[in-house]
Each structure stands twice: as C-alpha cells, then as structure tokens.
C-alpha cells in the first residue's frame, strides 16, 4: 500500500542552490519520496495531512566526515587517543556504556537534521553495528555509511 502524505502550513526550505523561503506552498510525498511542492494547501484525495503549524521543513542534511566515537566538539588539549581507545574498549562494562554514548551519538545526528552520515574512522565494528541496529530498527539515527576503524592517522 502506498502511504502518501501531504505537509502544510511551513515554510518550506526546497534545497535549491539559492534556496528561499517557500510560503504558501506544500510538499507531497509518497512511499518516503518527495513527488512535488505544489502551491496551497488542498489535500488531495488519498493523502494524509500533515500540519506543520507554521515550522520549518528541509530536505536531509548529509555529514560526510564523523566519527561518532566523539562528539564533534573541539577539545582544549591534545588528548592520548591511544590511552583513551584502551580505557573505553578495556572491558566488556566499557565497550557497552561506549557502544551506547556511540548509538546516542548517532541520534543527535538525525535529531540536528542528518539523515545520512559517511564515517571515517571509529571503535571497532561499532560503526556497523550501529549502522545495523538502524536499518533493523532497534536504533533510532540517520543512513550510515560506515568504515569502522582507521587505517591511518
């Protein structure tokens, strides 16, 4: 069965090169695909509405360089990767408090307006099995493209 949906009522952001501001228009999408932006706001038969009660709508972002054994923030000092790599992956407590700060890592991606990201070096299979629990539905996060650990620095 095709799920078809129509948001209203935002403002539309179409993911153009000089993208503006779209009002007064609406976005049909079917089976997870958007078909059109179309202008107003009828419902056409067979869609479900979806109100967007004056907020934002965009397309996917994607990130092409994470690793999501970090945080993305700046550190104030040099840090030993190799001692901190020992300490997170030292036991079997470690590497699953670490394999979920990993998975939640991967949320606030999708929850910032990721939906795909491409990794470049992380912990082990961590990035794959990530990447799995999502595709199976057992995480919530964006598309991943996974690499898993570095070759070289």
Do not use: C, W
């Amino acid at each position: 069965m095709v799920m078809k949906y129509i948001f209203t009522n935002g403002h539309i952001l179409d993911g153009t090169k000089d993208m503006k501001v779209l009002d007064g228009h609406s976005v049909l999408v079917e089976d997870d695909k958007i078909t059109g932006i179309v202008k107003g706001n009828t419902v056409p038969d067979g869609f479900k509405e979806i109100n967007l009660e004056g907020k934002y709508l965009m397309p996917g972002l994607i990130n092409m360089h994470v690793h999501l054994a970090g945080n993305g923030k700046p550190q104030k000092k040099q840090r030993d990767n190799e001692k901190t790599v020992k300490l997170l992956m030292g036991t079997a407590l470690s590497r699953a408090v670490t394999y979920k700060v990993v998975k939640d890592f991967a949320k606030t991606e999708l929850m910032s307006g990721v939906t795909t990201i491409r990794t470049v070096g992380g912990l082990a299979d961590f990035d794959t099995r990530v990447r799995d629990d999502i595709r199976n539905g057992k995480a919530d996060g964006p598309r991943i493209l996974a690499a898993n650990e570095g070759i070289s620095v």
